[in-house]
Protein backbone atom coordinates (compact mmCIF):
# COMPACT_ATOMS: atom_id res chain seq x y z
CA UNK A 1 0.00 0.00 0.00
CA UNK A 2 1.68 3.33 -0.74
CA UNK A 3 2.42 6.15 2.45
CA UNK A 4 -0.17 8.37 1.39
CA UNK A 5 -3.04 6.14 1.51
CA UNK A 6 -1.73 4.76 4.78
CA UNK A 7 -1.92 7.93 6.48
CA UNK A 8 -5.17 8.86 4.07
CA UNK A 9 -6.70 5.52 6.13
CA UNK A 10 -5.47 6.24 9.58
CA UNK A 11 -6.86 9.69 9.10
CA UNK A 12 -10.85 8.39 8.34
CA UNK A 13 -10.34 6.25 11.52
CA UNK A 14 -9.18 9.35 13.76
CA UNK A 15 -5.52 6.96 14.26
CA UNK A 16 -2.23 9.17 15.45
CA UNK A 17 -0.29 9.30 13.02
CA UNK A 18 3.46 10.08 13.95
CA UNK A 19 4.94 13.14 11.84
CA UNK A 20 7.28 12.43 9.20
CA UNK A 21 10.81 13.34 8.66
CA UNK A 22 11.29 17.18 8.02
CA UNK A 23 12.24 16.88 4.61
CA UNK A 24 8.71 14.78 3.98
CA UNK A 25 6.49 17.40 5.01
CA UNK A 26 8.78 21.04 4.21
CA UNK A 27 10.85 22.94 2.29
CA UNK A 28 14.18 24.59 3.33
CA UNK A 29 11.94 28.07 3.91
CA UNK A 30 10.16 29.67 6.80
CA UNK A 31 7.32 30.62 6.88
CA UNK A 32 6.01 33.85 8.54
CA UNK A 33 2.28 33.73 9.61
CA UNK A 34 1.14 37.83 10.79
CA UNK A 35 -1.83 37.73 12.83
CA UNK A 36 -3.81 40.40 14.66
CA UNK A 37 -5.41 39.14 18.12
CA UNK A 38 -8.76 41.75 19.01
CA UNK A 39 -11.27 42.21 21.33
CA UNK A 40 -11.51 42.59 25.31
CA UNK A 41 -12.01 41.29 28.27
CA UNK A 42 -15.36 39.52 27.13
CA UNK A 43 -14.43 38.57 23.43
CA UNK A 44 -11.20 37.72 22.20
CA UNK A 45 -10.54 36.90 18.10
CA UNK A 46 -7.65 35.83 15.94
CA UNK A 47 -7.00 37.54 12.07
CA UNK A 48 -5.14 36.81 9.60
CA UNK A 49 -3.18 39.88 8.71
CA UNK A 50 -0.51 38.73 6.50
CA UNK A 51 1.78 35.26 5.18
CA UNK A 52 5.37 35.64 4.25
CA UNK A 53 8.24 33.20 2.75
CA UNK A 54 11.30 33.87 3.92
CA UNK A 55 14.77 31.58 2.87
CA UNK A 56 16.06 28.70 4.91
CA UNK A 57 14.34 27.60 8.26
CA UNK A 58 16.27 27.65 11.49
CA UNK A 59 13.95 26.13 13.60
CA UNK A 60 13.96 22.49 14.91
CA UNK A 61 13.44 19.39 12.39
CA UNK A 62 12.21 16.99 15.21
CA UNK A 63 9.95 16.57 17.78
CA UNK A 64 7.81 18.85 14.71
CA UNK A 65 4.53 17.70 16.34
CA UNK A 66 5.58 17.83 20.06
CA UNK A 67 5.18 21.18 22.36
CA UNK A 68 7.99 22.56 24.03
CA UNK A 69 5.79 24.27 26.33
CA UNK A 70 1.88 24.81 26.70
CA UNK A 71 2.22 28.58 26.58
CA UNK A 72 -0.95 31.11 26.64
CA UNK A 73 -1.46 30.02 23.36
CA UNK A 74 -0.42 27.30 20.28
CA UNK A 75 0.04 27.07 16.60
CA UNK A 76 -0.80 23.75 14.97
CA UNK A 77 -0.48 22.82 11.29
CA UNK A 78 -1.84 19.63 9.79
CA UNK A 79 -1.36 18.32 6.26
CA UNK A 80 -4.61 19.44 4.04
CA UNK A 81 -4.48 16.09 2.68
CA UNK A 82 -3.51 13.78 5.34
CA UNK A 83 -5.01 15.24 8.48
CA UNK A 84 -1.36 14.49 9.77
CA UNK A 85 -0.02 16.96 12.54
CA UNK A 86 3.06 18.29 10.98
CA UNK A 87 4.10 21.09 13.33
CA UNK A 88 3.59 22.06 16.50
CA UNK A 89 4.54 25.20 18.45
CA UNK A 90 3.36 27.62 21.40
CA UNK A 91 3.80 30.93 22.65
CA UNK A 92 2.58 34.32 24.86
CA UNK A 93 1.36 37.05 23.74
CA UNK A 94 1.16 41.33 25.12
CA UNK A 95 -3.18 40.89 24.34
CA UNK A 96 -3.12 38.63 26.71
CA UNK A 97 -1.48 40.11 29.03
CA UNK A 98 -3.26 43.22 28.59
CA UNK A 99 -6.59 41.34 28.95
CA UNK A 100 -5.99 40.36 32.75
CA UNK A 101 -5.40 45.29 32.65
CA UNK A 102 -9.02 47.24 33.43
CA UNK A 103 -8.53 48.81 30.16
CA UNK A 104 -9.89 45.89 28.61
CA UNK A 105 -13.18 46.18 30.26
CA UNK A 106 -13.74 49.27 28.69
CA UNK A 107 -12.21 49.00 24.90
CA UNK A 108 -11.41 46.88 22.37
CA UNK A 109 -7.72 46.72 20.61
CA UNK A 110 -5.78 44.37 18.29
CA UNK A 111 -2.15 43.56 18.87
CA UNK A 112 0.07 42.49 15.96
CA UNK A 113 1.48 38.72 16.45
CA UNK A 114 4.25 37.27 14.48
CA UNK A 115 5.28 33.79 14.45
CA UNK A 116 8.08 31.78 12.22
CA UNK A 117 6.62 27.83 10.87
CA UNK A 118 8.43 25.74 8.28
CA UNK A 119 7.00 26.51 4.93
CA UNK A 120 5.20 23.55 3.65
CA UNK A 121 5.76 21.69 0.29
CA UNK A 122 1.57 20.94 0.21
CA UNK A 123 -1.55 22.81 0.93
CA UNK A 124 -1.54 22.80 4.97
CA UNK A 125 -4.10 23.83 7.66
CA UNK A 126 -2.95 26.16 10.17
CA UNK A 127 -5.04 26.81 13.49
CA UNK A 128 -4.25 29.34 16.04
CA UNK A 129 -5.67 29.17 19.64
CA UNK A 130 -5.46 31.46 22.60
CA UNK A 131 -5.90 30.63 25.97
CA UNK A 132 -7.49 32.00 29.05
CA UNK A 133 -5.93 31.94 32.34
CA UNK A 134 -7.80 28.50 33.14
CA UNK A 135 -6.23 27.42 30.19
CA UNK A 136 -9.47 27.12 28.49
CA UNK A 137 -9.67 27.99 24.56
CA UNK A 138 -10.86 31.54 24.31
CA UNK A 139 -10.42 32.15 20.30
CA UNK A 140 -9.27 29.97 17.49
CA UNK A 141 -8.81 30.94 13.68
CA UNK A 142 -7.92 27.95 11.02
CA UNK A 143 -7.02 29.15 7.85
CA UNK A 144 -5.06 27.66 4.66
CA UNK A 145 -1.51 27.92 3.68
CA UNK A 146 -1.11 26.76 -0.30
CA UNK A 147 2.40 27.20 -0.88
CA UNK A 148 1.73 28.42 -4.59
CA UNK A 149 -0.17 31.40 -3.40
CA UNK A 150 0.49 34.55 -4.91
CA UNK A 151 0.06 36.12 -2.39
CA UNK A 152 2.57 35.55 -0.03
CA UNK A 153 5.00 37.96 0.55
CA UNK A 154 8.88 36.92 -0.34
CA UNK A 155 11.39 39.12 1.94
CA UNK A 156 14.83 38.30 2.91
CA UNK A 157 16.48 37.81 -0.05
CA UNK A 158 18.04 41.46 -0.53
CA UNK A 159 18.12 44.56 1.62
CA UNK A 160 19.21 42.45 4.11
CA UNK A 161 19.89 44.49 7.55
CA UNK A 162 23.99 44.80 8.66
CA UNK A 163 24.27 42.07 10.76
CA UNK A 164 27.65 40.94 12.71
CA UNK A 165 27.77 37.44 14.55
CA UNK A 166 28.54 37.44 18.58
CA UNK A 167 29.09 33.68 18.97
CA UNK A 168 29.06 30.88 15.99
CA UNK A 169 28.81 27.42 17.17
CA UNK A 170 27.22 25.96 13.78
CA UNK A 171 24.74 25.80 10.89
CA UNK A 172 21.29 27.39 11.82
CA UNK A 173 19.72 23.83 11.13
CA UNK A 174 21.95 22.46 13.83
CA UNK A 175 22.24 25.43 16.63
CA UNK A 176 19.39 27.81 18.12
CA UNK A 177 19.87 31.15 16.38
CA UNK A 178 19.57 34.26 18.55
CA UNK A 179 18.79 37.37 17.17
CA UNK A 180 20.09 40.68 18.99
CA UNK A 181 18.05 43.70 17.28
CA UNK A 182 19.32 47.37 18.04
CA UNK A 183 16.74 49.80 19.29
CA UNK A 184 16.79 53.37 19.42
CA UNK A 185 20.88 53.35 18.02
CA UNK A 186 21.07 55.72 14.98
CA UNK A 187 23.39 54.82 12.40
CA UNK A 188 26.58 56.84 13.81
CA UNK A 189 26.11 54.62 17.47
CA UNK A 190 26.29 51.16 15.39
CA UNK A 191 29.28 50.68 17.42
CA UNK A 192 27.85 50.89 20.66
CA UNK A 193 25.04 48.48 19.80
CA UNK A 194 27.64 45.92 18.77
CA UNK A 195 29.48 46.37 22.17
CA UNK A 196 26.21 46.03 23.88
CA UNK A 197 25.33 42.77 21.81
CA UNK A 198 28.25 41.56 22.98
CA UNK A 199 27.77 42.14 26.60
CA UNK A 200 24.44 40.68 26.10
CA UNK A 201 26.05 37.55 24.26
CA UNK A 202 28.69 37.70 27.73
CA UNK A 203 26.06 38.04 30.38
CA UNK A 204 23.74 35.17 28.65
CA UNK A 205 26.82 32.64 28.41
CA UNK A 206 27.41 33.70 32.41
CA UNK A 207 24.50 31.78 33.80
CA UNK A 208 24.01 27.88 33.73
CA UNK A 209 23.09 25.88 31.68
CA UNK A 210 23.51 27.94 29.02
CA UNK A 211 27.35 28.27 29.85
CA UNK A 212 28.20 24.65 29.48
CA UNK A 213 25.41 24.58 26.05
CA UNK A 214 26.89 27.38 24.79
CA UNK A 215 28.01 25.90 21.61
CA UNK A 216 23.99 24.63 21.09
CA UNK A 217 23.45 28.29 20.33
CA UNK A 218 24.59 31.06 17.71
CA UNK A 219 23.79 34.99 18.41
CA UNK A 220 23.45 37.68 15.55
CA UNK A 221 23.41 40.99 16.07
CA UNK A 222 21.22 42.77 13.83
CA UNK A 223 21.97 46.69 13.06
CA UNK A 224 18.59 48.29 12.85
CA UNK A 225 18.88 51.83 12.26
CA UNK A 226 16.70 54.16 14.18
CA UNK A 227 16.18 58.04 13.43
CA UNK A 228 16.40 59.22 16.95
CA UNK A 229 18.96 57.80 19.39
CA UNK A 230 17.33 56.64 22.64
CA UNK A 231 13.33 55.02 22.62
CA UNK A 232 9.97 56.91 23.85
CA UNK A 233 9.41 57.22 27.53
CA UNK A 234 5.92 58.80 27.76
CA UNK A 235 6.02 59.49 31.32
CA UNK A 236 8.37 62.56 30.07
CA UNK A 237 6.51 63.34 27.15
CA UNK A 238 9.64 61.55 25.00
CA UNK A 239 8.32 60.22 21.71
CA UNK A 240 10.93 58.86 19.43
CA UNK A 241 10.95 57.87 16.06
CA UNK A 242 12.52 54.07 16.44
CA UNK A 243 13.26 50.87 14.39
CA UNK A 244 10.35 49.00 16.52
CA UNK A 245 8.81 52.28 17.96
CA UNK A 246 9.15 50.42 21.48
CA UNK A 247 7.76 52.72 24.51
CA UNK A 248 8.02 52.73 28.41
CA UNK A 249 4.64 52.61 30.61
CA UNK A 250 3.16 49.71 28.82
CA UNK A 251 -0.14 49.03 30.38
CA UNK A 252 0.46 52.59 32.23
CA UNK A 253 3.74 50.34 34.66
CA UNK A 254 6.06 52.72 34.04
CA UNK A 255 9.02 50.62 34.11
CA UNK A 256 7.47 48.06 31.13
CA UNK A 257 9.46 48.57 27.74
CA UNK A 258 7.67 46.78 25.33
CA UNK A 259 6.36 47.26 21.57
CA UNK A 260 3.43 46.68 19.78
CA UNK A 261 4.92 46.83 16.57
CA UNK A 262 5.84 42.86 16.08
CA UNK A 263 5.72 43.08 12.31
CA UNK A 264 8.31 45.51 12.21
CA UNK A 265 10.71 43.86 14.44
CA UNK A 266 10.37 40.62 11.88
CA UNK A 267 10.87 42.74 8.85
CA UNK A 268 14.41 44.02 9.97
CA UNK A 269 15.44 40.24 10.46
CA UNK A 270 14.21 38.89 7.22
CA UNK A 271 16.90 36.83 5.60
CA UNK A 272 18.81 36.22 8.72
CA UNK A 273 18.50 32.99 10.39
CA UNK A 274 16.53 33.32 13.74
CA UNK A 275 13.95 31.64 15.89
CA UNK A 276 14.44 33.85 19.64
CA UNK A 277 14.46 37.11 19.22
CA UNK A 278 16.44 39.88 22.41
CA UNK A 279 16.08 43.62 21.76
CA UNK A 280 18.28 46.47 23.23
CA UNK A 281 17.05 50.08 23.54
CA UNK A 282 19.55 52.53 24.35
CA UNK A 283 18.15 54.26 27.19
CA UNK A 284 19.80 53.73 31.03
CA UNK A 285 15.95 54.09 32.05
CA UNK A 286 15.46 51.00 33.71
CA UNK A 287 12.66 48.33 31.92
CA UNK A 288 12.13 45.61 30.21
CA UNK A 289 9.79 42.59 28.98
CA UNK A 290 10.30 39.02 27.96
CA UNK A 291 7.38 37.43 26.34
CA UNK A 292 7.74 33.42 26.06
CA UNK A 293 8.31 33.17 22.18
CA UNK A 294 8.10 36.55 21.10
CA UNK A 295 11.09 39.29 22.34
CA UNK A 296 12.73 40.31 24.98
CA UNK A 297 13.10 44.06 24.92
CA UNK A 298 15.47 45.67 27.73
CA UNK A 299 17.08 48.93 28.13
CA UNK A 300 20.82 48.62 26.97
CA UNK A 301 22.88 51.14 30.20
CA UNK A 302 21.15 50.68 33.26
CA UNK A 303 23.77 49.55 35.91
CA UNK A 304 21.10 46.46 36.14
CA UNK A 305 21.31 45.83 32.13
CA UNK A 306 23.11 42.38 32.21
CA UNK A 307 20.65 40.47 35.38
CA UNK A 308 17.87 42.42 33.58
CA UNK A 309 18.35 41.00 29.92
CA UNK A 310 19.49 37.18 31.14
CA UNK A 311 15.68 37.23 33.51
CA UNK A 312 13.91 38.45 30.34
CA UNK A 313 15.62 35.99 28.44
CA UNK A 314 14.33 33.35 30.90
CA UNK A 315 10.44 34.66 30.07
CA UNK A 316 10.90 34.92 26.18
CA UNK A 317 13.14 32.15 25.67
CA UNK A 318 12.32 29.44 28.62
CA UNK A 319 8.93 30.27 29.64
CA UNK A 320 9.90 31.02 32.98
CA UNK A 321 7.52 32.95 35.41
CA UNK A 322 8.41 35.80 37.70
CA UNK A 323 9.24 34.65 40.89
CA UNK A 324 8.99 38.13 43.04
CA UNK A 325 5.76 39.23 44.74
CA UNK A 326 3.98 42.37 45.59
CA UNK A 327 0.60 41.33 46.71
CA UNK A 328 -1.81 39.15 49.02
CA UNK A 329 -4.42 39.34 46.42
CA UNK A 330 -4.84 36.44 43.44
CA UNK A 331 -2.74 37.33 40.82
CA UNK A 332 -5.68 37.21 37.41
CA UNK A 333 -2.91 35.49 35.86
CA UNK A 334 -2.83 32.56 38.09
CA UNK A 335 -5.89 30.81 39.27
CA UNK A 336 -5.78 29.01 42.38
CA UNK A 337 -7.28 26.14 40.91
CA UNK A 338 -5.14 25.07 38.01
CA UNK A 339 -1.51 24.30 37.44
CA UNK A 340 0.60 27.95 35.92
CA UNK A 341 2.05 25.96 33.01
CA UNK A 342 5.80 27.82 33.75
CA UNK A 343 7.66 25.09 35.04
CA UNK A 344 9.10 27.26 37.84
CA UNK A 345 5.81 28.39 39.83
CA UNK A 346 2.79 26.10 41.01
CA UNK A 347 0.21 26.26 43.08
CA UNK A 348 0.57 22.47 43.97
CA UNK A 349 -2.93 21.51 42.19
CA UNK A 350 -0.67 19.09 39.84
CA UNK A 351 2.88 19.49 41.86
CA UNK A 352 4.02 15.76 40.37
CA UNK A 353 4.50 17.98 36.86
CA UNK A 354 7.19 20.30 38.20
CA UNK A 355 9.88 20.25 40.79
CA UNK A 356 8.45 17.82 43.32
CA UNK A 357 10.93 15.12 42.76
CA UNK A 358 13.79 17.73 43.38
CA UNK A 359 12.25 18.20 47.23
CA UNK A 360 14.16 16.73 49.55
CA UNK A 361 11.79 13.92 51.58
CA UNK A 362 10.21 15.65 54.90
CA UNK A 363 10.25 19.29 53.41
CA UNK A 364 7.69 21.20 55.25
CA UNK A 365 5.07 22.95 52.73
CA UNK A 366 5.47 26.05 52.87
CA UNK A 367 9.10 25.59 53.17
CA UNK A 368 10.66 28.20 55.50
CA UNK A 369 13.06 30.96 53.86
CA UNK A 370 16.90 30.29 53.79
CA UNK A 371 19.13 32.56 55.21
CA UNK A 372 22.79 31.08 54.96
CA UNK A 373 24.62 32.23 51.87
CA UNK A 374 25.26 28.73 50.51
CA UNK A 375 21.35 27.94 50.64
CA UNK A 376 19.70 31.01 49.64
CA UNK A 377 19.85 30.02 45.48
CA UNK A 378 20.21 26.22 45.58
CA UNK A 379 18.12 24.96 48.93
CA UNK A 380 15.14 23.71 46.17
CA UNK A 381 11.85 23.61 48.26
CA UNK A 382 8.17 24.93 48.45
CA UNK A 383 8.29 28.29 49.22
CA UNK A 384 5.36 30.21 49.14
CA UNK A 385 4.91 33.86 47.35
CA UNK A 386 5.59 33.97 42.96
CA UNK A 387 3.45 35.03 40.19
CA UNK A 388 3.03 38.68 41.81
CA UNK A 389 1.15 36.89 44.93
CA UNK A 390 2.16 36.10 48.10
CA UNK A 391 -0.49 33.48 48.72
CA UNK A 392 -1.47 29.88 47.29
CA UNK A 393 1.73 30.13 44.91
CA UNK A 394 4.88 28.83 45.38
CA UNK A 395 8.46 28.87 44.29
CA UNK A 396 11.38 26.78 44.23
CA UNK A 397 14.07 28.57 45.44
CA UNK A 398 14.47 31.43 48.52
CA UNK A 399 16.08 33.67 45.76
CA UNK A 400 16.72 32.83 42.03
CA UNK A 401 17.45 35.30 38.20
CA UNK A 402 13.73 35.50 37.90
CA UNK A 403 12.82 37.06 41.28
CA UNK A 404 15.91 39.44 42.04
CA UNK A 405 18.56 41.17 40.13
CA UNK A 406 20.68 40.32 42.91
CA UNK A 407 20.53 36.48 42.39
CA UNK A 408 23.77 35.84 40.77
CA UNK A 409 22.15 32.30 39.07
CA UNK A 410 19.06 30.85 38.24
CA UNK A 411 18.08 28.33 40.79
CA UNK A 412 18.44 24.65 40.25
CA UNK A 413 14.84 24.39 39.00
CA UNK A 414 14.96 26.99 36.50
CA UNK A 415 18.34 25.31 35.30
CA UNK A 416 16.85 21.99 35.00
CA UNK A 417 13.89 23.79 32.87
CA UNK A 418 16.26 25.89 30.76
CA UNK A 419 18.26 22.71 29.76
CA UNK A 420 15.51 20.64 29.33
CA UNK A 421 14.37 22.95 26.53
CA UNK A 422 17.81 23.55 24.95
CA UNK A 423 17.88 19.54 24.26
CA UNK A 424 14.42 19.59 23.18
CA UNK A 425 15.62 22.14 20.37
CA UNK A 426 18.87 20.65 19.49
CA UNK A 427 18.29 16.95 20.02
CA UNK A 428 16.82 14.16 18.23
Known amino acids: MKKLSILCLCAALHLPVAAQNFSDYFEDKTLRTDYIFTGDATRQEVCLDELTSLPGWAGRRHHLDELPLAGNGEITMTDKAT ?68 LIHSRGTER ?26 TEAEMDVFYK ?13 P ?45 RYLTTSRVKSIHNWLAGIPYEHIIILAN ?38 ADEYFYSDAPSPLYPYDKEPWEPNISTLVDFKSKWQDM ?27 AGYTSKGIYR ?28 FYTEK
Open 196 to 208: DAQATCEALFAHA
Open 83 to 150: GTVIYRTSFSSLFQEWLGEAEATRVKKGFENSFLLPFPKQPALVTVSLKNAHQEVCASLTHEVRPDDI
Open 396 to 423: PATECRMKINEAPVFCPVCQRSLERLIL
Open 210 to 254: FDKLKDRFNIVAVASPSADSGVSIPLKGEWKSTAVSSHFSTFYSD
Open 359 to 385: VPEGTPVPTPVKKSADEIFTAVGVYEG
Open 283 to 320: TDTYGGGGIYNSYTLTTAHHPMFKPVVVHEFGHSFGGL
Open 160 to 185: ITPHRYMHRSGSAEDCIDVAILAEGY
